[in-house]
């Protein structure tokens, strides 16, 4: 079976300290990607950082980085540096590369409160 | 560019009234996907296609039909609208590469 876990379903975190939201996944695709998606209370999905099941370095974009670690299946987005803006509900999810369509399977979500 | 849109953004149905949700998208993309998100939950697929003319099924398709007539447009119908149906709804879009747009959700209310 084919399934994302995101067990902390909310985190608090202080203003311009780090956080790190955990993921850990399930798939038997040798080849697959790694994604995680930030959705601000206005509701729309924002794309945050990928991560490619063969890629040697950890993803990182700007604050975001994703720590994967592919023995444990694990995929956790770091933000540095926390700001009031990051917020949001974030889900991480995975793309397994056989079918061919692209499909996204999510995970439930972790809710992120930055307090100042 | 408008990226993906989707009409209408609210909605409230009766239960067995049907209506269509209707998504665009300007980036040529060949892949389109209807999504679900229920409270506590991530999105699941509801359906998806990989071309014009073309559609298949995702994970929750029962209760929903889809049409993909121009490449640019993808149709979500409910015939009968049931509570269970109650949820905010994403269109997303994207090329053979790995990234998925998405638009800013619908959210329906069936009472």
């Known amino acids: 079976a084919q399934k994302i876990t995101q067990t902390q379903p909310g985190m608090f975190v202080q203003e311009k300290e780090a956080v790190t939201l955990d993921c850990t996944y399930d798939?038997?695709?040798?080849?697959?990607?790694l994604f995680w998606y930030k959705q601000p209370s206005s509701g729309e999905m924002i794309f945050l950082i990928y991560?490619?099941?063969?890629?040697?370095q950890n993803a990182t974009e700007g604050r975001y980085s994703l720590n994967f670690q592919k023995a444990r299946k694990s995929a956790n987005l770091v933000i540095s540096a926390s700001q009031l803006g990051d917020s949001a509900m974030y889900f991480c999810?995975?793309?397994?590369?056989?079918?061919?369509?692209?499909?996204?399977?999510f995970g439930a979500g972790t809710r992120l409160a930055v307090h100042p | 560019n408008a990226g993906v849109t989707q009409t209408p953004k609210f909605r409230v149905l009766k239960t067995g009234q049907s209506m269509t949700l209707l998504c665009a998208q300007d980036?040529?993309?060949?892949?389109m996907y209807w999504y679900r998100q229920d409270p506590g939950m991530g999105l699941r697929l509801i359906h998806y296609?990989?071309?014009?003319?073309?559609?298949a099924k995702g994970e929750v398709p029962d209760g929903y039909n889809v049409s993909r007539l121009k490449k640019q447009n993808f149709l979500l119908g409910l015939e009968s609208a049931a509570p269970s149906q109650t949820s905010v709804y994403f269109c997303?879009?994207?090329?053979?590469?790995?990234?998925?747009?998405f638009g800013p959700g619908t959210r329906l209310t069936v009472t």
């Open positions: 997303a879009s994207s090329s053979r590469s790995y990234e998925q747009y």
């Open positions: 798939t038997s695709d040798q080849s697959y990607g």
């Open positions: 991560q490619g099941s063969y890629d040697e």
């Open positions: 999810a995975m793309r397994p590369f056989s079918g061919g369509y692209n499909k996204l399977i």
């Open positions: 980036m040529n993309h060949e892949y």
């Open positions: 296609s990989v071309g014009e003319g073309t559609t």
